[in-house]
């Protein structure tokens, strides 16, 4: 009775201890991965790294523009995509996909004109869109001086900078001048890369970075963690709602807070030109795509929960790389389209 | 032993030729399959680059070559300022470093002393094994603020004076612009050219030229007549290796060229190249506009192999007139 007995209790508990291992390693080596936009490239590298030291499960995120991650996600060769540009609820649907924001950012104007100050120079957006247009082209243009009281502003020409290459930033920044330029938007137009009626065109922000430093007068617009860390001279700017704000944490998530989420579809918004009294107008965000139906249901769990930890546990790392944590509506809101819109 | 070895048996030397003339049948072949492979290569990706641009090519036609607008919002592609930059860029950098290479070629094979020779010509090898990325570099934050506030300031007060070329040379001194890239691609292609010079300057026979030392003849004469003529269709071949090199040339460029669609007479103003095209805008580009640059990559293979066709031409056009 006692050896029978035990003999396959010893057998239960070697095929337990085998499947263990076995499912241990198998949760152990979840690699998901993802491509696209290269804007939130350093926040989900950081996520990812500090993810994977709780976890175990690696996020492998390939900064391959944000065209490139749509394609990818089209093609199901990667778990997620991410893209500068939200999707239109025709293409969603078409490939069976959805989407939800991931992170916001500022994007600022820069410039660089001796005497004036960072953060000394206010600017509007239609100004803006005249400086862009090639309409204004001097510093003491009546309407910049209307903006400036009291500031000395030089006669000196204004040299426009902007990308050469397709980006998120462009095309955040192309879609504020559209909102507040009728001539921009029948001009010009918003994309990742336009036909720029004026200026010259640097490589990436740190292009843009590099020349607006290096050309006295000029002004060119970058990401805010770009203007902070090369301490270039930044802008204000007057909000929709009339008040001169400040480029700041506090001024994006304004910008986020006050954007009408909730009668988006699919999340289908973008927050320039944002409603909010403190709201700094040209605030961006990227979104995550995935399959509303996983064609790998382990792998879309585990990014579920990574986004999941990156929103809740991963503030700080933005904020220490000067991006803006999602609010905590938006969350919400997100985790419910979770829930409704996913098949998990 | 030996005697043995020095007469082999006839069969064996039968079979020894056999085997070689099969040996060198094969060796034939993987000569052949290597000088093939090339060719394939580029037909290759001639063909894909040529597919890959059909979208653009069908839509516009002949129109893509002649317009110069280039608005990726409304998917209008034109591809005359990329070909223009190119073309400007490259010729700008031949004309400041072919007479420098050969000046350099000269001096290291005429003029220098012996222990001056090799630390010198390693030093300008040097320059070609430095990564275009580093050019670019040093281009944007040396060489750049060096144009803008010396060079262009200077070049707008002098030549931006004279009536007829006077408008290639006015514009405000940014310091980026297509004469700064004309500039750092001729420091680039500098080492191409005049080592190719020197390799050949070094062949001429003494004898030639101590026979015309012996005549009377100066150093320039002697380099003139003598070392030049017979050099003369290497030297060609030096120097279009060297605008094989800047045609292509992309990140230093795309650094210091401005990146700008819009055509103007100004060699001070920013402009565009194809390959700083291409480079910058393939990240994000889809459908029409992805399409519009890899027709834009087919017209480099194009324009460069007009360049190597004129190249052959005015080689024979030389070799007639010589009555070779």
Same mark, same amino acid.
């Given at each position: 009775m006692l050896t029978s007995s035990k003999l396959p209790s010893r057998l239960g508990a070697i095929a337990f201890a085998v499947a263990a291992s076995l499912i241990g390693t198998t949760v152990q080596a979840t690699d998901i991965t993802g491509a696209g936009s290269s804007f939130v490239y350093p926040v989900i590298s950081k996520w990812s790294a500090a993810y994977a030291e709780k976890t175990g499960n690696h996020i492998n995120y390939q900064s391959i523009g944000s065209g490139g991650g749509i394609a990818q996600i089209q093609a199901g060769t990667v778990d997620f995509g991410a893209s500068d540009m939200p999707l239109k609820a025709k293409d969603l649907s078409k490939f069976g996909l959805g989407q939800f924001p991931d992170v916001i950012g500022g994007i600022v104007p820069a410039f660089n004109v001796a005497g004036i100050q960072p953060g000394a120079l206010v600017l509007d957006g239609p100004t803006l869109a005249d400086i862009y247009l090639g309409?204004?082209?001097?510093?003491?243009d009546p309407a910049i001086a209307k903006l400036n009281p009291g500031t000395h502003l030089p006669s000196s020409k204004i040299y426009v900078v902007h990308r050469s290459d397709g980006s998120g930033t462009s095309f955040n920044f192309t879609d504020y001048l559209s909102k507040v330029s009728a001539e921009w938007k029948s001009k010009v137009g918003e994309g990742t890369a336009v036909q720029w009626p004026t200026g010259i065109g640097g490589k990436g922000n740190e292009g843009v970075s590099a020349y607006v430093k290096q050309i006295p007068n000029s002004i060119g617009y970058v990401e805010y963690a770009y203007a902070v860390q090369n301490k270039l001279g930044y802008a204000k700017m007057k909000n929709a709602a009339g008040n001169v704000v400040e480029p700041t944490i506090a001024s994006f998530q304004a910008a986020a807070n006050t954007a009408d989420w909730k009668s988006a579809k699919d999340f289908n918004l973008l927050m320039t030109d944002a409603p909010g009294a403190d709201a700094w107008p040209i605030t961006a965000t990227s979104w995550v795509i995935m399959y509303?139906?996983?064609?790998n249901a382990a792998n879309t769990k585990v990014a579920f929960d990574f986004f999941k930890y990156a929103y809740e546990q991963g503030q700080d790392a933005a904020r220490a790389l000067y991006y803006v944590p999602l609010p905590t509506s938006l969350v919400q809101q997100i985790e419910n389209y979770w829930a409704t819109e996913y098949k998990k | 032993m030996s005697a043995i070895s020095a007469e082999p048996l006839p069969r064996d030397t039968e079979h020894r030729s056999r085997t070689d003339a099969r040996h060198d049948l094969l060796f034939r072949f993987l000569l052949r399959f290597c000088a093939l492979l090339v060719l394939a290569a580029l037909l290759g990706a001639a063909l894909a680059t040529l597919w890959g641009g059909r979208d653009v090519l069908f839509k516009d036609g002949l129109h893509f070559l002649f317009s110069s607008e280039w608005n990726p919002v409304e998917n209008k592609f034109g591809a005359l300022a990329p070909i223009a930059g190119t073309l400007i860029t490259s010729l700008i950098a031949l004309v400041l470093a072919v007479p420098v290479s050969f000046g350099i070629a000269l001096f290291l094979t005429e003029i220098a002393p012996r222990w001056m020779r090799g630390p010198v010509s390693s030093a300008i090898e040097l320059l070609a094994a430095i990564p275009s990325i580093i050019y670019g570099m040093w281009g944007l934050f040396v060489f750049v603020p060096f144009m803008a506030n010396t060079i262009e300031p200077t070049l707008n007060d002098t030549l931006g004076n004279i009536p007829v070329i006077g408008a290639l040379f006015? +514009?405000?001194?940014?310091?980026? +612009?297509l004469l700064t890239a004309g500039i750092v691609l001729a420091v680039m292609i500098l080492p191409f050219i005049s080592s190719v010079m020197r390799e050949v300057f070094q062949t001429v026979p003494a004898r030639l030229k101590e026979s015309s030392y012996a005549l009377g003849s100066t150093t320039w004469e002697v380099v003139w007549d003598i070392v030049l003529p017979y050099t003369r269709s290497a030297v060609i071949g030096g120097i279009f290796l060297g605008l094989g090199r800047a045609l292509g040339e992309t990140m230093a460029v795309t650094f210091v060229l401005g990146n700008s669609y819009n055509l103007t007479a100004s060699l001070l103003m920013p402009g565009t190249s194809i390959s700083s095209s291409i480079a910058n805008e393939f990240n994000e580009a889809v459908d029409l506009h992805r399409s519009a640059l890899i027709a834009l990559g087919f017209l480099l293979f194009v324009v460069t192999f007009i360049v190597l066709l004129v190249a052959r031409f005015m080689l024979r056009q030389l070799a007639r007139r010589e009555g070779r």
């Open positions: 309409k204004i082209t001097s510093w003491n509303k139906t996983p064609k | 006015q +514009g405000p001194p940014l310091g980026l +612009g």
